[in-house]
């Protein structure tokens, strides 16, 4: 499905990646792990054509990446829910899931089935059936992660890629989100998650990358990340063990 080849990327004069190389596959969940700043949300954004790699490689199912705008690699099915949400606050909920759909044409088998998809989003998310006339703007934080899923959805993604879901909410909406992506591993679909909070995201990915100052410094089935003490004491708060 995904594969990234020792890639670089700059902001102005400093280095926020530095030779990244990672692999998603069809119908894996994988995750990236690591402190503010180990540039998890450069690496989305270069996936997403809003960055441009100094130098590495990009493939999807075996073709490049490179040079294509965001709007054209989203055309390729690769959704992008961002870090912070980023709804339309001035549309209706449904205004919103209806642009997710954009690139998908407007003819009327295509209208059947866009209709058909945001039913599939109100049943994974119900909370924002009941708000589909709402303007995105007055949603709750959790509900506008909600919106964000949703929408990113509507595109029919071959690959699902999520910046921080957890940023921003209370505990218990944490717990619907990751229980929601739970239900998107299980339905088969790809996903890319980012995510600091650790703990949760080994708990809904098959393997993980631990990035820290631009660098994978670790990798492995997300099971045996949990377990390893280096994990434990810098991601999941718990102490290394002294002999």
């Known amino acids: 499905m995904l594969e990234v080849r020792d890639l670089v990327v700059h902001y102005g004069l400093v280095r926020?990646?530095?030779?990244?190389?990672l692999r998603v596959g069809t119908g894996q969940a994988v995750c990236v792990?690591?402190?503010n700043g180990a540039g998890k949300t450069t690496?989305?954004?270069?996936?997403?054509?809003?960055?441009?790699?100094?130098?590495?490689s990009i493939l999807l199912d075996g073709q490049s990446l490179a040079g294509e705008r965001p709007y054209q690699i989203a055309r390729r099915r690769v959704a992008h829910v961002p870090e912070g949400r980023h709804?339309?606050?001035?549309?209706?909920?449904?205004?919103n899931l209806l642009l997710g759909a954009f690139s998908r044409g407007r003819g009327g088998a295509a209208r059947a089935e866009i209709e058909a998809d945001c039913d599939s989003v109100f049943e994974?998310?119900?909370r924002l059936r009941d708000r589909r006339q709402q303007l995105a703007g007055t949603l709750s934080?959790?509900?506008?992660?909600?919106?964000?899923?949703?929408?990113?959805?509507?595109?029919?993604?071959?690959?699902i890629m999520l910046d921080e879901p957890s940023m921003g909410l209370a505990p218990l909406l944490i717990d619907e989100v990751f229980r929601r992506l739970l239900d998107l591993k299980q339905r088969g679909i790809t996903m890319l998650l980012v995510e600091q909070l650790a703990?949760?995201?080994?708990?809904?990915?098959?393997?993980?990358?631990?990035?820290?100052?631009?660098?994978?410094?670790?990798?492995?089935d997300a099971q045996?990340?949990?377990?390893?003490?280096?994990?434990?004491?810098?991601?999941?708060g718990e102490g290394v063990e002294r002999g």
């Open 124 to 126: 994974l998310f119900p």
């Open 224 to 236: 045996a990340l949990r377990s390893d003490p280096r994990v434990r004491a810098a991601y999941l």
């Open 199 to 220: 703990y949760r995201a080994l708990e809904v990915a098959d393997y993980g990358f631990v990035l820290e100052h631009g660098r994978i410094e670790l990798e492995g």
């Open 33 to 35: 792990i690591g402190s």
């Open 43 to 56: 690496l989305l954004r270069t996936i997403s054509g809003f960055l441009q790699p100094a130098s590495g």
């Open 141 to 159: 934080g959790g509900e506008q992660q909600m919106l964000a899923i949703g929408r990113a959805l509507m595109l029919r993604p071959s690959m």
């Open 87 to 95: 709804v339309f606050p001035d549309q209706t909920v449904m205004d």
């Open 16 to 21: 926020a990646l530095h030779g990244v190389s």
